[in-house]
T-cell receptor, first 112, second 110 residues
Framework: AQSVSQHNHHVILSEAASLELGCNYSYGGTVNLFWYVQYPGQHLQLLLKYFSGDPLVKGIKGFEAEFIKSKFSFNLRKPSVQWSDTAEYFCAVNAGFQKLVFGTGTRLLVSP | EAQVTQNPRYLITVTGKKLTVTCSQNMNHEYMSWYRQDPGLGLRQIYYSMNVEVTDKGDVPEGYKVSRKEKRNFPLILESPSPNQTSLYFC?????????FGPGTRLTVT
């Protein structure tokens, strides 16, 4: 079965620090990859997605992610975080018709 | 505005009392699904529906029922809720590989 691993469960950064959140998936076929963000008390919002093409994907709010097929990874990055980036981040893989498999999430706390 | 709505947003109930959480989307999407979110476990799919009258089990279907009589609605039914169903529930709809999530329903079963 497909699975998604997010190795960092909690991350604490100071404002302006760089961010990289790891995501690895297990599935040998063609995948579509997503990062979602959930701000405190809110629903999931799509940050970015990868379907095909350029493996470096740019999303909203300055986030980007790089798909490395050989490593089965889709890490999320942001060069300089802000306090408003405090949220929980979920990596997800679509490896079948419309079904999303989520990682367990990474809670990011950005201190001002 | 394109959106997925859920009601109620918050619900506290007692063990065994049947409840329904409604979900509605205005995007004419064929695919809809329900997830539950639990700390440390991420989101897990409960049920999904590929079209009207077509539903199937997700990863954690036990204790839940769904129906899809209309394209826009996909209610989640708990016939006899138990405390282990205390969770945050999200409905989602999609017309391709991107899913749009509702605001969530926080359910507490005592």
């Amino acid at each position: 079965a497909q699975s998604v691993s997010q190795h960092n469960h909690h991350v604490i950064l100071s404002e302006a620090a760089s961010l990289e959140l790891g995501c690895n998936y297990s599935y040998g076929g063609t995948v579509n990859l997503f990062w979602y963000v959930q701000y405190p008390g809110q629903h999931l919002q799509l940050l970015l997605k990868y379907f095909s093409g350029d493996p470096l994907v740019k999303g909203i709010k300055g986030f980007e992610a790089e798909f490395i097929k050989s490593k089965f990874s889709f890490n999320l990055r942001k060069p300089s975080v802000q306090w408003s980036d405090t949220a929980e981040y979920f990596c997800a893989v679509n490896a079948g018709f419309q079904k999303l498999v989520f990682g367990t999430g990474t809670r990011l706390l950005v201190s001002p | 505005e394109a959106q997925v709505t859920q009601n109620p947003r918050y619900l506290i109930t007692v063990t065994g009392k049947k409840l329904t959480v409604t979900c509605s989307q205005n995007m004419n999407h064929e695919y809809m699904s329900w997830y539950r979110q639990d700390p440390g476990l991420g989101l897990r799919q409960i049920y999904y529906s590929m079209n009207v009258e077509v539903t199937d089990k997700g990863d954690v279907p036990e204790g839940y029922k769904v129906s899809r009589k209309e394209k826009r609605n996909f209610p989640l039914i708990l016939e006899s809720p138990s405390p282990n169903q205390t969770s945050l529930y999200f409905c989602a709809s999609s017309d391709s590989y991107e899913q749009y999530f509702g605001p969530g329903t926080r359910l507490t079963v005592t």
